[in-house]
């Protein structure tokens, strides 16, 4: 089994690769490459950070799920990771439009943000992001005590719903996509509410040891449940 | 007097877009930036009203120089649902699309209905050149030379009735060339209209070609509508019906959201679409966002056409 903490330092690297790409293309515009970002390099700028930021919040939402039924406990260790990608996608995808599509332009921005309800619900989400990044240091989770930091942390939920939202509404007409990755929290969400209503999910066994009920199970399924979460240790 | 059939025009013929540029460059700062605001080109041979009027429109005069948008821009950047909803879509789902053989048929209250090659109805007319800004509801615009018959032209050779006060116009339906009619996206066949002194006006074009060459398939091949005054999506494109009516006749963005896309769309940097701002835009090419005009600048050859109107009504 191969040892997830080792893959941390990968996982960071690739994590960054979409903002790379994005520099790289950015860089081409200014360069030697004008078409990098087609013909409205600003636009699609703001359409590939965002959809990156609801993609990061997808992934993060899915460390638990995807640990819980994989029996892959070290990818908690992931999770904190992921979402402050989350929240880094959204900073650079709000500073692309104050900075470079707005160019600082305070009165037209408020006006954005009141006039239209899909900015207006971006910008929530965004403020909705602030207090989930700046708490998550393993101080902070000490600070407040586990049960109040895991209660202000479901804010991730209301975050996914409006991100998607702002996305849908953003959308002209073909509204395929922002469907696809409402579904997608949907499902993420609905595991949660699953786990809550009729108990864990599991599609692995957990080692005999955890899990009495299963102790009957196959010796050779049980030497590698334990050893993927021996890992974990 | 005619001058060529867009699609028999030698290769050698066609314009290089560099020499194009250069070639028009002194028409474009005649025209377009000229004081006029008016940006109307009809150059061609015959004086087609170079509109020299020295008034000036607003800031007009301290925006950025008007600048042609490339070939590559213009044929890159394209909404035309038909070939898909993503900007780059038109120009990699349109290439099994035949512009021809084509005709268009021209039906209702008029003397002269029925179908039409698209040679003749091309044919008895003057191909002119008009260099106009598009400006689309999203909020970014581009500078476009276009080669084309003005619709009032092709209007009178139909002979409308009096009765006929609105034209309407259909996008040809072929879901095995155009994968975006594949999905009901928008109610399909695509369909626009105007009122018959907004297609009889000066500005209103029948496009053919742009930089010199015939209309790509992603720009609305083979023939298309251009009303500079108005948001992009009034353009309908690939037309295969025209008909005269005396009733103000659907549209499709109208149908699909009637409270976002109104029948008139006229380019309004005061009405703000609920999803847009209207007040400024991105002109392609330019990394500062330019104020919006009136009418797309176009106010001294079309507001007439709107007096007394309640434009945030009739948006």
């Known amino acids: 089994m191969i040892d997830l903490n080792r893959l941390k330092p990968v996982a960071f690297l690739l994590c960054l690769l979409p903002a790379a790409v994005l520099a790289w293309d950015f860089w081409g515009v200014t360069h030697n490459r004008p078409d990098a970002l087609g013909a409205n390099p600003i636009r699609a700028a703001e359409i590939y950070t965002g959809l990156w930021t609801l993609r990061f919040l997808a992934i993060t939402l899915a460390v638990t799920p995807v640990r819980e039924l994989f029996g892959l406990g070290a990818l908690a260790k992931f999770r904190r990771m992921f979402g402050l990608f989350t929240f880094f996608y959204a900073c650079v995808h709000l500073s692309m439009w104050v900075g470079v599509d707005w160019y600082f332009d305070w009165q037209a921005m408020g006006g954005e943000i009141v006039k239209h309800k899909y900015i207006l619900i971006g910008m929530t989400t965004f403020v909705l992001l602030l207090p989930l990044a700046l708490t998550s240091t393993k101080g902070s989770v000490r600070r407040l005590g586990g049960a109040r930091w895991a209660r202000l942390h479901r804010l991730i939920y209301l975050c996914a719903i409006t991100g998607t939202v702002h996305y849908l509404w953003a959308v002209k007409k073909d509204t395929l996509f922002p469907l696809i990755y409402l579904l997608v929290f949907g499902l993420l969400l609905g595991f949660r509410l699953c786990e809550h209503y009729v108990g864990p999910l599991r599609l692995r066994a957990r080692p005999a040891r955890r899990t009495p009920a299963r102790r009957a199970a196959p010796i050779a399924d049980a030497t590698t449940n334990a050893g993927s979460l021996g890992d974990a240790r | ?315």
């Open chain 2, 1 to 315: 007097m005619w001058i060529r059939r867009p699609d028999d025009i030698k290769s050698s013929e066609i314009t290089d877009e560099k020499l194009y540029i250069d070639r028009r460059r002194f028409l474009l700062t005649a025209g377009i930036l000229g004081a006029s605001g008016a940006g109307l080109l009809a150059c061609n041979n015959e004086a087609q009203g170079s509109s020299g009027s020295a008034e000036v429109d607003g800031g007009f005069a301290q925006q950025p120089e008007d600048k042609l948008n490339t070939y590559e821009q213009i044929t890159s950047y394209n909404n035309f649902y038909e070939f898909g909803t993503d900007k780059e879509d038109p120009k990699h789902n349109s290439a099994g699309f035949h512009p021809q053989p084509w005709s268009v048929r021209v039906e209702g209250l008029c003397t002269r209905p029925g179908d039409y090659h698209f040679q003749d109805l091309i044919k008895p007319h003057k191909v002119v050149d008009r260099t106009y800004r598009l400006r689309c509801v999203e909020a970014w615009s581009m500078v476009i030379p276009w080669q084309g018959i003005p619709l009032a032209e092709m209007i009178k050779r139909f002979d409308p009735q009096p009765s006929a006060k609105y034209v309407a116009f259909t996008t040809v339906m072929r879901p095995d060339e155009m994968p975006g009619q594949r999905r009901p996206v928008l109610p399909w066949p695509y369909i626009e209209g105007l009122r018959m002194d907004e297609a009889m006006n000066d500005l209103t074009l029948m496009a053919t070609g742009l930089y010199g060459k015939p209309l790509p398939n992603q720009d609305g091949a083979p023939i298309r509508l251009i009303v500079p005054w108005k948001y992009g999506f009034k353009g309908i494109k690939s037309i295969v019906k025209i008909a005269f009516v005396d009733r103000q006749p659907q549209t499709t963005w109208n149908i699909a959201a009637p409270d976002e896309y109104g029948f008139y769309a006229n380019v309004n940097p005061e009405v703000d679409h609920p999803r847009w701002s209207q007040a400024t835009e991105r002109r392609i090419g330019e990394f500062r966002r330019r104020r919006t005009l009136m009418f797309n600048g176009y106010a001294d050859k079309v507001a007439s056409m709107y007096a007394g109107m309640d434009l945030r009504k009739n948006y």
